[in-house]
């Protein structure tokens, strides 16, 4: 570990510590405000695509409503995206010709990118056509980011609206969340980010790939294409899927480490700064800078163990003659060095980005289980866009309900109680990820259908398996690269798998939110269970932590922790 | 309660506790509690295997004695968790037996069309009318229609001294099982048979009619959810394992998933409800729900009668206040004269304050003495001194007594004539005999009201002597009270009948937040209402017929025993010592209640890490012996390992049984406070213990050479 690399992860913190604030109070006035900003540019644009929809911005809808509309927006994209590719060969905008994706590629991909997921089984290069990556893929970038953002919103509502009992128990319209969240947000903040990462050295191209001719005298094909425009939304939507197949450590992808900065600050400043916003919306800015602070204290739990580990030897070599200073750099791109590939690490698998710099499957096996195991979090430190505020909802209803107790009262949260009901829902949301992850993992650790696509054997080879399903549950999308994912088996089970984790859990959040806005509030007072201040802050992070890595725990034990005590000892698979 | 409250240990309760732990392994039982039910199915599945084991003997199969006690200690842990419900149960079983002695058959004298007619005491129905006569039990709940008696219902709250019960008013109220001492009265009955205050208490006290509170089902929805998450994990974990070559044996993966599953806390949840409510009863404090109590430790706003739960029921003399030029002996003297014959607190006062001040005695009272009583009409009281009266006048004393030798003509001038009262009263008194009300009375009794008191004018003749200060007494302790019940967040309004300013200095001297001046049970029914609209949750006692809306209203209503049949009907507790500053301890039993209930559940679910740390190791470090390192308890073997984790995971419900049924301590704190507190204690607590607890058990089993 160096002083430079520490100085880096510091900046990076004060950079999203410094963001959250403004950008917060510019996400909740784009939401929550009765003027949205940049009326002469951007309000035409809103009002035209209502128009244009047919949506009465005016009229809200319930939670049901609200998720009805969004399960049949995400259905429709799902469709289009998967004709997209089937038909690519017909359709134009498709220079290398390349030809129809597969069915079971085809649903995987689609299932990926509209659950925000882009976990990817294919290579973009080789595989999709330029109409795919814009139409289909980079579509599903903005929307999928926006669609999450709204649900966060729409429980965040159901939490800090005072409706009471007989008041509307609307939490918002999908459809004004949705748009406004692309035409306020995602559109000119992803503008302005591609052409820093044009100025950066990204290319931003129609044209075909070109041939060129290297300084051996040979021909080399260097692949071009839409990059900067697709690689902006790619962080900023928390997406993740890359333009290449190398992802972020491709340099046209991530050129230098400024392009690279820039990356990781796209990644988390929305979900840092809907932590602001939803202080806003509570009217008391500490409840979302309670939240902040739990999400940064696992960030940095992470990254200070990731980088501690990639920075050690790694244990397999010790005794070869090779030089054990830098650190574990196998997988790793010189351009950044170990602390930029950590950071990177931790923090795409913290936001559910899943764009990588680094290979993580060449990660220490301490190391590779970072990543892992803030996915099995349930992405929640920052998250997603939405994503993480929703699920950290989640575990704050949660939190509140288990310790709520130990203050004599029955547990209320922002002066609601939290009662049956939302427990049963807050339960479902639990359960719904480790089912499927678990369910899935077991499946394919023993049958040769799952085992057949891995390329290690022993414990990496299991935390491959269970790396892949919990990105997929997790809806992040990186993976642990040494898992073969394009066959039938590994693409239709991860494609169910992403799925269920992102729609049977945006369900019972989305109720929740529905449950709560119609309920009585009390002022709080001196005998009200505090969710501000470190004391809750800790609470909450030992909640997330006790029902998110509880769960993983035996299962990490057979893969990353058994590989890291084998290495120790010199064991190898 | 009528039987001393019976310690823990107490044999009468530990035996059949001991043989129900055993009845409640019926799995139609211990299905109504899912987390137990998941060890009860694990006991049964490792006995089975164990069976098997002992038949066919399976190549690879665990030891035989391995799989035994871990068998053995599931039961034990599920047998555990039944005792911990069954002991709390028995306390209120042996009360249960003491009332059910009580409600013996008698014979009741029923009242037919004006005759009287022998039936049993069973065969009453609501609106029967019978009589009862000293010496008589009373047949069945009911309220007084007619005559006054005095009633012993020690078998109900204990107190042997007997109690007035009269007709109309809020006194009305007689409860099956009670005897007449004196006199006597015709109760109409208002219980059928079965649903009397007594049936109903035995049926509580047993738990008969317990039901799950809402953040009982909610807890129980949590504890049902992560036993379904870790049934996942460890199912999960056989193909897991088979993928790295452990095969798992179906004992180690039932161990692993009931040490994980939070027995603790689901062994402990009913105990700990049962608990709460026995608490409640040793205070005698009857819930009529465990809702109750729970609603209890909710409460925002408690309304306090003031008097009775702030003040001492009455005011008392605590200064003179001469006008000009009158000595201040002089004005004791006659307003100790006045007060002779008052029999009330506040005339009483009076009496002892000229005694205590200056000596002035209680004098023989002779038959020149000619007390006047108070009246609403007058508003006064006094005494005339002088020649007897001629016989036969018009008198202003509505009831003659001993002390009132005879009534005083209104033509003829006695030679002393003394007056107190009100103010406003004594100064239309005087100006009628031509005096007038000197302004520096007048002033002195306005600054009086400004704080709080009660000025009272004394007058001989037409002049005015000065003033009485008349003054609500606080009860000692009670600021304090309130001051605990500030520091966690509840908000205590006082109910008063006084005018607004009186009720402010009050308010200010007891260190209520608010208050409630003249007062209307309509008023404080709105108060009850606005406070309920804000979501505020609000606890209150009463014991009048005119109470009944109100104590039905609030979310907590006690109900004194001593009130009428309605109030109690209306209210969700019954304040069988009809004592209001109860309603501060109920609120204290259940806060009390769910914090138990908050930090068992943090503490079972923190012990999961240790566990973790036992068994994992356990179960793979034969495959891996290069595992070793994560056993960081380092015991003894892989099978004493996991035996210790399910010991230890079955005692530690017996051990916290204690705490449980006493509750955890309750420290009167800012919510903040208690918080870190039980976090530290619990929580921390609670991931350190069982690394602990397991190593104990562990070497304890070398020590025996058990592994």
Request: glycine share 10%; proline share 5%.
């Amino acid at each position: 570990m160096t002083f430079n690399g520490w100085f880096q992860i510091a900046l990076y913190a004060l950079v999203i510590l410094a963001i959250t604030k403004p950008f917060g109070l510019y996400l909740h006035r784009v939401y929550e405000g009765d003027r949205q900003p940049l009326p002469r540019v951007l309000g035409p644009l809103e009002r035209w695509s209502y128009r244009l929809c047919g949506v009465d911005a005016r009229k809200e809808q319930g939670w049901k409503a609200y998720a009805a509309s969004m399960l049949l927006f995400s259905l429709f994209g799902l469709v289009v995206t998967y004709a997209l590719q089937r038909l690519q060969h017909l359709l134009p905008l498709n220079p290398q010709k390349l030809g129809a994706v597969a069915p079971d590629l085809a649903f995987n991909t689609a299932a990926s990118f509209t659950t925000n997921t882009n976990w990817q089984n294919y290579g973009g290069e080789s595989t999709m056509s330029y109409l795919t990556q814009m139409a289909g893929l980079a579509w599903h970038n903005f929307t999928s980011a926006a669609v999450g953002i709204g649900i966060a919103l729409a429980l965040a509502r159901g939490l800090t609206r005072q409706a009471g009992p007989n008041g509307p128990r609307t939490l918002g319209n999908f459809w004004v969340d949705l748009i406004r969240g692309i035409v306020y947000v995602l559109l000119p903040v992803s503008a302005v980010a591609a052409l820093a990462l044009v100025a950066m050295g990204v290319p931003q191209t129609l044209a075909a790939y070109r041939e060129v001719g290297t300084l051996e005298g040979l021909k080399q094909v260097v692949t071009l294409g839409p990059v900067a425009s697709q690689e902006a939304i790619k962080m900023l939507g928390t997406n993740g899927g890359g333009f290449f197949n190398a992802n972020s450590a491709h340099p046209f992808e991530n050129p230098t480490p400024l392009a690279n900065f820039l990356e990781l600050v796209l990644i988390f400043c929305i979900p840092a700064a809907l932590t602001y916003t939803y202080g806003k919306m509570a009217r008391d800015t500490r409840q979302g800078w309670a939240i902040f602070a739990a999400m940064a204290v696992l960030w940095f739990g992470g990254v200070a163990v990731a980088y501690r580990a990639e920075a050690g030897h790694n244990p397999a070599l010790a005794g070869l003659a090779v030089s054990h200073a830098p650190g574990n750099m196998e997988g790793k791109e010189v351009r950044f060095g170990i602390a930029d590939s950590a950071l990177f690490a931790t923090v795409t698998t913290d936001a559910s980005c899943g764009a990588v710099n680094s290979m993580h499957d060449s990660f220490t096996p301490i190391g590779g289980l970072v990543p892992m195991v803030n996915m099995q979090l349930g992405e929640v430190i920052f998250g997603g866009v939405g994503a993480g505020l929703y699920g950290m909802l989640v575990m704050v209803v949660l939190t509140v309900f288990i310790a709520g107790l130990m203050v004599g009262r029955t547990p209320e949260y922002l002066g609601k109680k939290v009662e049956g009901r939302e427990m049963k829902l807050a339960m479902l949301y639990v359960l719904v990820f480790p089912v499927v992850v678990l369910t899935l993992a077991g499946w394919a650790s023993v049958v040769g259908m799952g085992t057949s696509s891995l390329n290690n054997a022993g414990p990496h080879g299991l935390s491959e398996i269970l790396y892949a399903f919990s990105s997929g549950a997790a809806n992040n999308g990186s993976a642990f690269a040494g898992l073969n994912g394009n066959t039938r088996f590994w693409n239709t089970t991860l494609g169910v798998d992403m799925l269920v984790g992102r729609f049977l859990m945006i369900l019972p959040a989305l109720a929740i939110g529905g449950s709560m806005v119609g309920k009585k509030t009390v002022a709080p007072g001196l005998g009200t269970f505090p969710t501000t201040g470190p004391t809750f802050a800790v609470l909450l992070v030992s909640v997330v932590l006790i029902v998110g890595a509880l769960t993983y725990f035996p299962a990490l034990a057979l893969g990353p922790v058994l590989e890291h005590f084998a290495a120790l000892a010199g064991k190898v698979f | 309660m009528p039987a001393q409250p019976l310690s823990l240990a107490d044999p009468a309760i530990l035996r059949p506790a001991l043989v129900d732990s055993l009845k409640k392994l019926d799995p139609r039982l211990v299905a109504k509690n899912p987390v137990m039910f998941v060890v009860e199915v694990g006991s049964v599945l490792t006995s089975l295997l164990w069976l098997r084991d002992l038949a066919f003997h399976p190549p690879g199969a665990a030891p035989g004695w391995f799989t035994l006690a871990v068998s053995l200690w599931l039961w034990f842990t599920v047998v555990f968790a039944n005792f911990a419900e069954a002991i709390a149960e028995g306390r209120g079983k042996a009360q249960a037996d003491t009332l059910r002695k009580m409600r013996r058959e008698v014979t009741a004298r029923r009242l037919r069309d004006g005759k009287e007619e022998q039936v049993p005491s069973s065969a009453l129905r609501k609106g029967d009318r019978v009589v009862v006569e000293a010496g008589q039990m009373i047949p069945g709940d009911g309220e007084i229609v007619e005559g006054v008696a005095s009633v012993n219902e020690s078998a109900i709250t204990g107190e042997s001294a007997p109690v007035i019960r009269e007709s109309g008013g809020d006194r009305s109220a007689v409860t099956g099982g009670t005897t007449v001492l004196s006199d006597r009265i015709i109760v109409r009955i208002t219980a059928d048979p079965g649903e009397s205050f007594l049936d109903r208490m035995i049926a509580l006290v047993e738990g008969a009619s317990r039901q799950k509170t809402p953040n009982e089902i909610a807890l129980h929805i949590l504890l049902v959810g992560l036993t379904a998450v870790f049934l996942f994990a460890c199912v999960t974990l056989v193909p897991l394992a088979a993928y790295s070559g452990i095969g798992l044996s179906v004992t180690a993966i039932v161990a692993l998933l009931v040490c994980l599953i939070p027995t603790t806390i689901g062994g402990l949840l009913s105990a700990i409800g049962i608990a709460g409510m026995d608490r409640l009863l040793r205070k005698n404090v009857l819930a009529m729900s465990g809702r109750a109590v729970e609603a209890a430790g909710d409460v925002d706003v408690l309304l306090l009668d003031k008097t009775g739960t702030i003040t001492l029921g009455n005011r008392q003399a605590t200064e003179f206040l001469p006008a000009a030029s009158v000595r201040v002996e002089d004005l004791a003297d006659a307003a100790q004269l006045a007060s002779l014959a008052d029999e009330t607190p506040e005339g009483r006062s009076i009496v002892v304050l000229a005694k205590e001040r200056f000596g002035l005695r209680g004098r023989e009272v002779g038959p020149e003495h000619r007390f006047i009583a108070f009246s609403a009409q007058t508003r006064m009281s006094g005494c005339d001194l002088g020649e007897r009266p001629r016989v036969g006048a018009q008198g202003q004393a509505d009831e003659p007594g001993p002390e009132r030798p005879g009534d005083w003509g209104a033509e003829r001038p006695p030679a002393r004539s003394v007056r107190k009262g009100a103010v406003d009263a004594v100064a239309r008194h005087v100006v009628a005999l031509g005096g007038r009300m000197p302004p520096d009375v007048e002033a002195a009794a306005s600054r009086i009201g400004d704080t709080g008191g009660t000025p009272l004018a004394v007058s001989e003749g037409a002049r005015v002597l000065g003033l009485v200060h008349l003054k609500d007494i606080v009860k000692g302790g009670i600021k304090e009270r309130f001051d605990r019940f500030r520091a966690m967040g509840i908000r205590t309004v006082m109910i008063t009948g006084d005018n607004p300013r009186t009720a402010a200095a009050i308010a200010r001297e007891a260190g209520v937040d608010d208050f409630l001046a003249e007062a209307t049970p309509e008023a404080k029914m709105r108060l009850i209402q606005s406070e309920q609209a804000k979501g505020k949750l609000v606890a209150m006692t009463g014991d009048g017929t005119n109470d009944a809306p109100a104590l039905a209203q609030a979310d907590v209503g006690v109900a004194m025993n001593t009130g009428t049949q309605a109030a109690k009907e209306a209210g969700n507790m019954v304040d069988l010592d009809s004592n209001p500053t109860k309603l501060l301890e109920v609120v204290e039993v259940g806060k009390q209640l769910l914090m138990t209930r908050g930090t068992l559940t943090t503490f079972s679910i923190a012990n999961d890490v240790a566990k973790y740390f036992a068994i994992l190791p356990a179960l793979f470090v034969a495959a891996y012996p290069e595992m070793a390192p994560l056993d960081v308890m380092h015991l003894a073997s892989p099978y004493s390992a996991i035996l210790s984790a399910v010991i230890f995971n079955a005692v530690i419900i017996v051990l916290l049984i204690p705490l449980a049924l006493r509750g955890v301590r309750y420290r009167p704190l800012g919510a903040a406070a208690v918080l870190r507190r039980s976090l530290l204690v619990y929580g921390v607590g609670g991931v350190i213990a069982p690394f602990i607890g397991i190593k104990l058990v562990d070497l304890v089993l070398v020590a025996v050479g058990a592994v």
